[in-house]
């Protein structure tokens, strides 16, 4: 890997005041290739090209900081486990270099990374704001050039001690951040949390009242597991429909290589009167695999039990994931199944408010 110099980095500044962009790839740094956009490098003299669109006092405001662009680019659709473990690593290894980070990534997956690294950096005491834009950073009118600005303005900020999201003017909690359109420039909600910042005009507004409660931050206490098995396919997602068998979702969960599944059932947390289907959870909780359900809606909370047609979920062993997001509800587990811990710390993880994901 190598750091390169931004040339609107101030000679003046200390390491303490600089920022660090990890460049991964997404729409942001693509170019037409035979193929369509495909990932670009040259991000950081890109990225100086576009800066001097802003405006002179803009240009002013910009922060001193360097790029470490991947060698291996990639649209956010070929993310992994190991790459949010390779990402978390490199923030921890130059945590004592930077004032705050900066990372560049494709649009899909973004809130899944965001969330993941919430999980892995426990405790950040200093801004991780990810950003990425609908058009590549040199098409007419992109988005880009205004979220790398405002990313890197709100990365600035050290009240801001948590991994954010900044698109489209709104600063949002990672681990509760998901994408809500494929086309529109405003393409992150947070449905069950306020923003915790704004830009309006050209102030970049952090809301504090809204951050991490103290004892979920103030002191890095990362936790920095291998991911590499979970890589292999140990944690599923289900996403019920009217009418699925038991036989289908027993052919998920009865397999040995599966340690942990999140359920997205219907509203409240509801599911086919079938006893079959919950004989297939029970048996799966039974054998010691973490299952979580959460709801297809994507705002409101699940609530096991508050239904008949949810009876019993509980006492099949599903832990309820409250009102997260399929985003900050699969990392977690992922997250907990990757480190050796108890079945019972692992339940009792996932239904406590690591880093205000629920
Ligand atoms: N397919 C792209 C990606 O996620 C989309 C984007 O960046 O907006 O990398």
Redesign the pocket.
């Given at each position: 890997m190598s750091l390169q110099n931004s040339p609107f980095a101030s000679t003046m500044s200390s390491n303490a005041e600089r920022l660090l962009v990890i460049y991964t790839?997404?729409?942001?740094g693509m170019q037409q290739h035979a193929h369509g956009l495909a990932p670009s490098g040259d991000f950081e003299s890109r990225m100086a090209v576009a800066f001097t669109q802003l405006s002179l006092a803009q240009q002013r405001t910009l922060p001193p900081y360097d790029v470490l662009s991947y060698s291996t680019l990639i649209?956010?659709?070929a993310a992994t486990p190991l790459i949010w473990q390779k990402l978390a690593q490199d923030i921890n290894d130059q945590l004592s270099a930077y004032a705050g980070f900066v990372i560049i990534h494709?649009?899909?997956?973004l809130s899944w990374t965001a969330s993941s690294l919430a999980y892995q950096l426990q405790g950040l005491d200093r801004p991780v704001v990810m950003t990425?834009?609908?058009q590549p950073l040199e098409a007419n009118g992109s988005d880009g050039l205004e979220n790398l600005y405002g990313a890197l303005q709100f990365a600035a900020n050290p009240a801001l001690q948590e991994v954010t999201i900044y698109f489209a003017g709104k600063l949002l909690r990672g681990a509760r951040a998901i994408k809500q359109h494929s086309e529109s420039f405003d393409a992150f909600t947070s449905p069950s949390y306020p923003l915790i910042g704004e830009r309006v005009d050209d102030d970049f507004v952090y809301y504090s009242s809204r951050s991490l409660g103290h004892h979920q931050r103030g002191a890095p206490r990362f936790e920095l597991p291998d991911y590499r098995s979970v890589n292999q396919g140990e944690v599923i997602r289900i996403v019920l429909w009217p009418g699925i068998n038991a036989w289908q979702l027993d052919a998920w969960l009865s397999d040995p290589r599966i340690k942990g599944a999140l359920l997205q059932l219907w509203g409240a947390g509801n599911l086919p009167d079938d006893a079959s289907l919950m004989e297939v959870l029970a048996r799966a909780s039974g054998e010691g695999k973490l299952l979580a359900a959460i709801s297809q809606c994507p705002q409101g909370s699940v609530q096991l039990g508050a239904y008949a047609a949810g009876y019993g979920l509980s006492d099949a062993g599903v832990l309820s994931g409250d009102d997260m997001t399929p985003e900050a509800a699969y990392t977690k587990l992922i997250h907990l199944i990757a480190q050796p811990l108890p079945l019972e710390v692992q339940r009792q993880r996932f239904l406590t408010s690591l880093v205000g994901e629920r």
């Open positions: 790839g997404g729409t942001i649209d956010s659709s494709g649009t899909d997956t990425g834009a609908m």
